[in-house]
Nanobody
Framework: QVQLVESGGGLVQAGGSLRLSCAAS????????SGWFRQAPGKEREFVAA????????YYADSVRGRFTISRENAKNTVYLQMNSLKPEDTALYYC????????????????WGQGTQVTVSS
């Protein structure tokens, strides 16, 4: 079992930055890749970014590439999402997830999910 807890969300003006954290517990977390998804009201959950557990290969949605950076600190079992140049359309509930197998871009490839942290970007 893997437990995930997100933090770092909040209210920020357009153009600002936030850093989300995802703290993981569970002895098997080291073998999982990590991903961030988001869901805005009335919309489907969408992929944001992911990072592999072995080589740290990263993956990004086109909408965030160049603005967001995913990183992982294995010694602390923590994954980060640095979000810069935020836009109102980035407003959503952001979820951290543990990837087991399959495409990095689809939610069904992830076995464990956190409860989410709210990010609100004002214009």
């Amino acid at each position: 079992q893997v437990q995930l807890v997100e933090s770092g969300g909040g209210l920020v003006q357009a153009g600002g930055s936030l850093r989300l954290s995802c703290a993981a517990s569970g002895r098997s977390f080291g073998s999982y890749g990590s991903g961030w998804f988001r869901q805005a009201p009335g919309k489907e959950r969408e992929f944001v970014a992911a990072i592999s557990w072995d080589y740290g290969t990263t993956y990004y949605a086109d909408s965030v590439r160049g603005r967001f950076t995913i990183s992982r600190e294995n010694a602390k079992n923590t994954v980060y999402l640095q979000m810069n140049s935020l836009k109102p359309e980035d407003t959503a509930l952001y979820y951290c997830a543990a990837h087991s197998s399959g495409s990095w871009y689809y939610a069904d490839a992830y076995d464990y999910w956190g409860q989410g942290t709210q990010v609100t970007v004002s214009s």
